[in-house]
């Protein structure tokens, strides 16, 4: 059964860091042949699209989160890692990793990142 994992979120203080991980179960090779990305949600918000990865390693940033977050990813593993840096208040939100497999998108359960002021 197809299935991701993501973990690493957390309460740091503005400005600090947090590594966030998504796993893949169950994709085989397939994994290295997928984009993975990354969407958040806020409390009262909808889900907004914050970055990707792609099978080259080439990667998107929405610009609110540029020059502080890294998305790498490792094949052998199949997971994708989102370091993020100088963090906000406003980047507090559930992160959720997801890969879409022919017409399906698959979600992983998220998790919290919570930033304080």
């Known amino acids: 059964q197809v299935q991701l994992v993501e973990s690493g979120g957390g309460l740091v203080q503005a400005g600090g860091s947090l590594r966030l991980s998504c796993a893949a179960s169950?994709?085989?090779?397939?994994?290295?042949?997928?984009?993975v990305g990354w969407y958040r949600q806020a409390p009262g918000k909808q889900r907004e699209f914050v970055a990707i990865?792609?099978?080259?390693?080439?990667?998107n940033y929405v610009d609110s989160v540029k020059g502080r977050f890294t998305l790498s990813r490792d094949n052998d593993k199949k997971t994708v890692d989102l370091q993020m840096n100088n963090l906000k208040p406003e980047d507090t939100a559930i992160y959720y990793c997801?890969?879409?497999?022919?017409?399906?998108?698959?979600w992983g359960q998220g998790t919290q990142v919570t930033v304080s002021s």
């Open positions: 997801y890969i879409d497999l022919g017409s399906r998108r698959y």
């Open positions: 169950s994709f085989g090779s397939t994994f290295r042949t997928r984009a």
């Open positions: 990865i792609l099978t080259s390693g080439s990667t």
